[in-house]
């Protein structure tokens, strides 16, 4: 996910249930600035992910502005197929 423009510290992550949710405050500039053409964007955000079931959030890195996230899918033991025996 691009998040360019912002810090680590102005991100939060929060993973409930089957929901992922990305949130982006950026800080109040304290000076007034007047720009000709300010290229990105300063504004809050909040994205949200609806998981599948069994998926986990296992960690986050922030790379040159993309926010990398990764996802595994756990399959609990008991609803994974398993191999039946023939007898005869």
């Known amino acids: 996910m691009a998040v360019a423009g912002f810090n680590i510290d102005e991100l939060d992550i929060q993973s409930e249930n089957s929901t992922l949710l990305i949130a982006g405050t ?10 000709l ?21 296992t960690k986050a890195h922030m790379e040159n502005g993309l926010l990398h996230v990764d996802l595994v899918r756990e399959i609990p033991e ?3 197929p398993r191999s039946i025996q023939i007898q005869g």
């Open 26 to 35: 950026k800080q109040a500039d304290k000076q007034q600035h007047q720009y």
């Open 37 to 57: 053409y300010q290229g990105i964007a300063a504004r809050n955000f909040e994205r949200r992910f609806q998981l599948a079931d069994h998926v986990k959030v």
């Open 78 to 80: 008991a609803m994974k």
